[in-house]
């Protein structure tokens, strides 16, 4: 089905409407799914976001996968190290790579949002349940394919709003690029860790050297440590600190200078 992937998607389930393909992806790898296995789905019910969000999953108008991941690093590690922790940002950078062919200045928010003009175009949600000392890994992704209308407070924007009119790939295609963009990109993330994947992380960084706001207070951004944390130095003083969940909003205008 994907000509341009080894492994990613080249075992697929596909359904019309599931309540979440994470919940999905998560059953089957409980069955014993193996590395690459994909599920899409056309529409989502509860598609979920992370800290517990609504990712909205309108039928036909976006892309909506989970993919099982069985990496041997991992294996290797007995499932977990904490280098791991920053898989989110290389799935990210890896859509990134695979959707740059149709938004060439797509920008990578701290943790798990694609942006295109400084709106969301996609997301990410990674998700592990422990089979007793054996994780089963699974990484979402949602794409703004076809929807032209979002509510305002979302922020949001689509593949078909970035382009030119008549230009907007199909889903199809989306999800094979996309699949094609993730692939070497965890290929080199689960061989170095985010280090290997750190410099191009950082060019397409959203948030590195902005002012931001977190945790009520404004921060600058410095940069990632090597399980994914993004380090901030309060603006009001004080050593610089680790932001693990947070969320983190970008001031407009707010180049740190
Ligand atoms: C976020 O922006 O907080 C992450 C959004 C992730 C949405 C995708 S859509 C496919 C997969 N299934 C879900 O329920 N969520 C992810």
Known sequence: ???????????????????????????WAREG????????????????????????????????VSVV???EALAATRGWDPRWAALGLAVGLGLRDGLSRWVPDAALKWPNDLLARGRKLAGVLCETRWQGSTPDVVVGFGVNVLQREFPAELRATS?????????????????????????PCLRAFFAGGFAAIRGRYERHSAVL?????????????LGFDD???????????????????????????GDAG
């Open 33 to 64: 799914a193996p590395h690459g296995a994909l599920v899409i789905a056309d529409a989502q019910t509860a598609g979920r976001g992370r800290l517990g969000r609504r990712w909205d999953s309108p039928p036909g108008a976006g892309l909506y």
């Open 69 to 71: 991941l069985r990496p």
């Open 209 to 221: 050297g902005r002012v931001v706001t977190v945790g009520g207070a404004e921060a600058e951004a």
């Open 159 to 183: 593949l078909a709003l970035e382009m030119s009119e008549g230009t907007c790939p199909s889903r199809q295609d989306v999800l094979a690029a996309a699949l094609a963009g993730l692939e």
């Open 1 to 27: 089905m994907f000509s341009e992937t080894c492994t990613l998607g080249q075992i697929h389930e596909h359904h019309a409407s599931l309540p979440s393909t994470n919940d999905r992806a998560l059953a």
């Open 227 to 253: 399980d994914g944390a993004l380090r901030v130095r309060p603006r009001a003083g004080g050593p610089s600190r680790r932001v693990e969940a947070e969320d983190v909003w970008i001031l407009p205008g």
